[in-house]
């Protein structure tokens, strides 16, 4: 079933980054800037985290081989996650966090609304329903990147800082891997390079209103596809699969 | 602090007899108050303590949980934890906005809570060391909450009483997913339900000192009793409580830390051991393993976030200001 690996690959991969990036926005619950943030981004990190349970039961399905979506999120190493490294990089401020998430969003709505029209029934219908929730990210996000933009000298400081700081990783989601060549020719998900336009539309919108550049990046960074993470991916891990480690083998 | 937001204040409504006579009718006749209702100033005042109070239970609850979020055991467990503390803060919410149709402010409320001045429930200065506390805490915490609650729905204050409808269902849906999380340790491995049994050692005395101190002993009673703020005494709560976790404890094989519990056929009801009130003050004046800790927490994050919320305003202000030239320019 060499079409199914590929395919598992690609949902694992995508599990990843929905998985990474909903813990970190929820380590941030209870400490938001303020009691709607302490709700908003518990919601999107719902959203993320329901999206990579769907992504890694499905991968179990075709694999078939008794695992399920714990086994992909607990009982692998650093060296096998798949996430590009920008969801796996700390929260920092809530400017980076923000603009993180613009990133990540106005990539992945594009992307879904093609899966969604594309030839996999179950990942389609997957995708139709990340479709709305992404486009709140994007929503979302966007307004805090042009308020903080926007907002004070101090907050615009930050807000372009965070640019400095992540704009490096972003080249990274328009990566391609052998598998997800695979399922592009397939027409199960879209090429990234289909949706740059998209993303840039978004950004650049976002970033006119926040007074923000998209700048020059003299070094790309990326590694995440094939397991070269940076050094916090680690910790996020072994806090994340603590108990899975600590108690191999039992129900919760 | 409370005094300069009050609406009533400017108004200076005298408090004649009669004045209070028609009040207190209206609550016998069970008459909803609302917010621009004439009321007594001792009455809006209990009222902004106890709905403050409340609120910052619920935010200061999202910490001891917000603890496990980043390690629960499954995937499952991880999303229906982070959606439980998300009610929680939603709680708050709704909360914060009942006592604002007193007349203070949430930023006032808040100050207070930082500054040591209002409390929250003692119960939140215990820690969660271990993945059972989250378990127990649903269960027993969020099962006191409820007992205190469910008579507040009927609250003679309107804002308050709805908003109470709303928290009381989304606890009890708490209480039934903590209990499955301790029931599900104690039907696991012997680690796992001695896990349970150590949590349940830890919260069951804290759990009965939520209800606050006995009838004897509590100030505020006598009179809220009258307002119908409250419908039962802090003893009849407590013990209802018991009645219903006893048999809880023993469906899952755990055992309550209490040797003098034990059914009483005359009362029908369970006996209990006697409350160590000395903690309870303890803790309640300052002195819980986690009092520093959750303040400092929610003081952190208050200061850290102080530029997002004044970017907030000072972009909302230049969006206003632009609107206005642009119309300008257009006449
Ligand atoms: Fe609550
Ligand atoms: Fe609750």
């Not at chain 1, 400095?164 to 891997?177: K, M, S």
């Not at chain 2, 507040?152 to 849906?173: D, H, N, Q, W």
């Not at chain 2, 404890?249 to 009130?277: Q, S």
């Not at chain 2, 303040?295 to 609107?323: F, N």
Request: with cysteine; hydrophobic share 40%; proline share 4%.
């Amino acid at each position: 079933m060499a079409s199914n690996s590929e395919l598992i690959d690609v949902l694992v991969t995508l599990g990843d980054d929905h998985l990474i990036l909903g813990h970190r926005l929820s380590q941030w619950c209870g400490h938001a800037p303020m009691l709607e943030e302490d709700l908003s981004m518990p919601n999107m990190a719902l959203d993320l985290i329901g999206q990579a349970r769907n992504l890694y039961s499905y991968a179990a399905d075709l694999e078939g081989r008794g695992r399920t979506e714990d086994d992909f999120a607990y009982l692998r190493s650093d060296r096998e996650y798949r996430n590009c490294l920008m969801v796996e990089r700390p929260n920092g401020d809530f400017a980076h966090t923000m603009l993180r998430q613009l990133y990540f969003a106005a990539f992945m709505k594009p992307f879904w609304e093609r899966v969604a029209a594309g030839s996999d029934d179950r990942l389609a219908s997957y995708a139709a329903k990340a479709v709305k929730e992404v486009s709140y990210h994007v929503r979302h996000a966007g307004e805090w990147v042009v308020r903080l933009g926007d907002g004070t000298e101090h907050s615009a400081a930050r807000m372009r800082e965070a640019v400095d700081a992540l704009h490096p990783y972003t080249d990274e989601l328009f990566t391609v891997t052998q598998p997800m060549r695979k399922a592009i020719e397939k027409g199960i998900i879209p090429d990234p390079k289909d949706i740059k336009d998209d993303w840039m539309v978004t950004i650049n919108l976002v970033f006119n209103q926040a007074f923000l550049a998209v700048p020059e990046v003299a070094f790309p960074q990326q590694g995440g596809r094939e397991g070269l993470h940076t050094e916090s991916l680690g910790h996020l891990l072994s806090e994340l699969q603590y108990m899975q480690r600590a108690y191999p083998g039992l129900s919760w | 602090m409370y005094s300069q937001g009050l609406t009533g204040e400017q108004s200076e409504l005298e408090e004649t007899p009669e004045f209070l006579a028609a009040f207190q009718a209206r609550i016998d006749r069970e008459e909803k108050i609302e917010p621009n209702d004439p009321m007594p100033a001792a009455y809006r005042k209990t009222l902004i303590r106890q709905i403050g109070q409340h609120a910052h239970s619920e935010i200061v609850g999202m910490l001891p949980e917000g603890n496990w979020i980043t390690r629960a055991p499954n995937l499952r467990r991880k999303a229906a934890l982070l959606a439980k503390v998300q009610d929680e803060g939603g709680h708050g919410l709704y909360l914060y906005a009942a006592a604002e149709t007193l007349g203070v402010s949430r930023e006032q409320m808040t100050e207070e809570l930082l500054c040591g001045k209002a409390k929250y429930s003692s119960i939140f200065n215990y820690p969660t060391p271990t993945w059972a506390d989250i378990g127990l805490i649903g269960w027993l915490v969020d099962g006191a909450a409820i007992m205190n609650q469910v008579p507040l729905c009927r609250c003679s204050y309107g804002p308050y009483s709805r908003a109470m409808i709303r928290v009381c269902k989304e606890e009890s849906f708490h209480q039934r997913q903590g209990y499955e999380i301790v029931r599900t340790l104690a039907e696991g491995s012997a680690e796992q339900k001695e896990m349970a049994q150590d949590a349940l050692n830890r919260w069951w005395w804290p759990s009965l000192m939520m209800f606050g101190p006995s009838d004897s002993d509590s100030v505020n009673s006598d009179q809220s009793m009258k307002w119908k703020i409250k419908r039962f005494t802090n003893d009849e709560l407590r013990q209802k409580f018991v009645d219903a976790t006893v048999v809880q404890a023993e469906k899952i094989g755990l055992t309550i830390p209490d040797p003098d519990l034990k059914w009483n056929e005359e009362r029908e009801h369970y006996d209990f051991g006697a409350i160590d009130w000395e903690e309870f003050w303890r803790v309640v004046k300052g002195g819980g393993p986690m009092n520093r800790d959750r303040i400092a927490a929610r003081k952190k994050a208050w200061d850290e976030g102080a530029w997002v919320r004044e970017a907030a305003l000072a972009h909302a202000r230049k969006r206003l200001e632009r609107e206005a030239a642009a119309k300008e320019a257009a006449e």
